[in-house]
């Protein structure tokens, strides 16, 4: 059995206490109570509570020795941590817990993730108990005891499982070298015995930039398969994280349609603007048919940075995603989110407008006629020294939004890249949110989100500057409570 009672308690206090003081860690954002947190797995919603199992290392904020964290939610906003899901152990998973996902094997919760040995990822299985506390490993682990012996492959890690007639089906990220990314699929009748059926989808590195926004890379981590459906539109979606070399890149999808062993792709998308600030999404389908999914929020400042502060990584805000009428997603923020808005700092013409904070809640009704562009400076200080600033533009038939952080901090070991995108138009109206909370960004502009990173080192940068050029914008702002995280 795996050794569950690794308490929190049992982590560095003065680890604690330093992530705690951090004036960069969010407040309603999910993160790990100090360490390094990585990707969302084993999403699931059992007996009306949410549950978030997560990449998670609880001895330093380094990506080292993966074990699993557990925190539970009834309203996907405020959480409660539990005791560590998966800790490595002696066998195929002696140097890592890595990433998988939670289903059900008849009524027996069932973790499929990836062991870590040395170079090898070994997919394994835990069993646990009803209340989805403790877990127990395989004695047959691992599950598969290597890739395909016929591929050149990359790497062999991350899962998606699903029932189909009466049989598992899952696919796992890999790589062909030469080729570029894939999910190779298998097949399974007990989830323990399984048989290799091909590639569902072989990627197109060769046949990209590298620098591309939409390069698919030389591996998919975080495959993710599911089907989505609307009036008379639907569509299965493919999403996976670009990886090369050890490089995490951005998250993509593609939409398609899936049948027998084989994915038709029709489009590939950004899954989100903000390229690696969104990584490693994984999805759930709820109680009430939504599809609800988290990404990682990396880091933007230095690995020394993060290890002197005790933390790492922040997990997304929950995400509900539906299908357009062209087959693409639409993203948005779960419902949930909006009971932690507090005060009602503004409601009117964006011109004027005095609101200032590093918890907030932003929508802009924007009218943005061909040639208009808006301006949204957030976290910005007094004189001007600090501040990042969102372009929303529309020109040549072309709807744009624009992140510079190139003043997003006076410190010049941050990351400060431009991040930008497109977004669609129906008639003259933008519809944006943005959510501020400390270091972590997360916008969305017609339901096209893209999420980032700042760090001001200003105590007064927290002011919000709104300007519009041949464009009408109605401001509604809030501030925003602490999640609620008992620790």
């Not at 990584?313 to 539906?322: F, N, Y």
């Not at 808005?341 to 011109?351: S, T, V, W």
């Not at 007094?382 to 529309?394: A, F, H, I, K, N």
Request: aromatic share 8%; charged share 25%.
């Amino acid at each position: 059995m795996t050794d569950i009672v690794t308490p929190l308690q049992a982590m560095p206090s003065e680890m604690l206490e330093r992530a705690a003081a951090d004036r960069h860690r969010p407040a309603f954002h999910f993160t790990s109570p100090a360490g390094w947190l990585n990707d969302p797995n084993g999403l699931t919603q059992r007996d009306g509570v949410f549950h978030l199992f997560y990449q998670f290392n609880p001895f330093a904020a380094v990506h080292d020795r993966i074990h699993w964290g557990h925190a539970i939610s009834e309203d996907l906003v405020n959480w409660r941590d539990l005791p560590i899901a998966l800790a490595p152990s002696e066998g195929p998973d002696v140097d890592g817990c890595w990433s998988g996902v939670l289903v059900y094997d008849g009524d027996v919760p069932t973790i499929v993730y990836s062991g870590r040995r040395g170079d090898q990822e070994l997919p394994c299985l835990a069993t646990g108990s009803s209340d989805l506390v403790t877990w127990t490993k395989d004695t047959g682990n691992p599950a598969i005891a290597a890739p395909p012996p016929d591929l050149d492959i990359v790497a062999f890690r991350d899962h998606c499982v699903w029932r189909e007639g009466d049989t598992w089906r899952q696919i796992i990220g890999a790589g062909i070298r030469g080729q570029g990314g894939t999910a190779l699929m298998y097949e399974s009748p007990d989830l323990r015995q399984w048989n290799y059926l091909g590639p569902l989808l072989v990627g197109d590195s060769e046949d990209r930039p590298r620098d591309a926004p939409d390069w698919t890379g030389t591996m998919w981590e975080c495959v993710d398969l599911f089907h989505l459906d609307a009036d008379d539109v639907d569509r299965d979606v493919l999403v996976f994280s670009a990886w090369d070399e050890g490089v995490t890149h951005h998250p993509l999808y593609w939409t398609g349609h899936y049948e027998g062993v084989h994915f038709e792709p029709e489009a590939l998308h950004r899954l989100d603007l903000g390229g690696r600030y969104f990584y490693a999404p994984q999805s759930m389908q709820d109680a009430g048919g939504r599809r609800v999914l988290f990404g990682w929020m990396q880091e933007g400042r230095p690995d020394a940075a993060a290890v002197a502060a005790g933390w790492s990584g922040v997990m997304s805000l929950p995400r509900v995603a539906t299908l357009r009428a062209d087959g693409s997603l639409h993203q948005a923020p779960a419902p949930e989110v909006s009971s932690l808005r507090q005060e009602l700092l503004h409601d009117g013409p964006a011109e004027g407008a005095s609101v200032r904070g590093d918890q907030l809640d932003l929508e802009l009704d924007i009218d943005l006629p061909e040639g208009g562009s808006v301006e949204l400076a957030v976290l910005a200080s007094p004189q001007g020294d600090e501040r990042s600033v969102y372009r929303v533009s529309r020109s040549d038939g072309e709807a744009t939004i624009l992140l510079d952080r190139s003043r997003s901090s006076l410190d010049s070991d941050v990351d400060t890249a431009e991040l930008s995108g497109t977004f669609p138009m129906s008639g003259d109206r933008v519809a944006v949110r943005v959510l501020v909370d400390h270091s972590a960004l997360e916008a969305f502009v017609n339901g096209v989100p893209l999420a980032a990173r700042a760090y001001p080192t200003l105590r007064d940068a927290v002011g919000v500057e709104i300007q519009a050029s041949g464009a009408r914008v109605h401001l509604r702002a809030w501030e925003m409570s602490a999640a609620a995280t008992p620790r």
